[in-house]
């Protein structure tokens, strides 16, 4: 496409629709329980590739009635959206199959609740023998 617009080519692409993302969409609120960088790189390669999908169905949608530069330009910036959410994505990928392979005990998020949880019940068993 970068090129045949930059050749002076219009194009001719259908449209293309805007697809779901009914995975994402549905747990989304469970995200968070991957740990804060985790849920933030997910949520990164989710938007740019909503971004993508976005910006290429506007693009087929209305690339008869735009400028060859503008179209170009959103070429350009479908290319950067997917791009960068390649680039993310393969790290996340990795990270994923990392934790799947982890043990749930020795998960840093584990070992915080277990602390907690341990203190909360000192406290309480304290509290008891002291007020008891």
Known sequence: MVLKLAGGERLTTPEWPVPP????DQNASKIGLLGAQTAKDVAY????LRAFRQ????LTKHHEDMTLEWSSAIVVGCLAAITRAEA???????KLKRRDEESYW????TQAQLKYGAAAIFAFLIALKLFG
Do not use: A, D, H, T
């Not at 390669?45 to 740019?48: I, M, R, S, T």
């Not at 993310?88 to 990795?94: N, P, T």
């Not at 020795?106 to 998020?109: A, K, N, T």
């Open 55 to 58: 910006n290429f169905n506007m």
């Open 45 to 48: 390669v989710y938007e740019n």
């Open 88 to 94: 993310r994505g393969l790290l996340l990928i990795e």
């Open 106 to 109: 020795r998960r840093p998020e």
């Open 21 to 24: 993302s009914p995975i994402f």
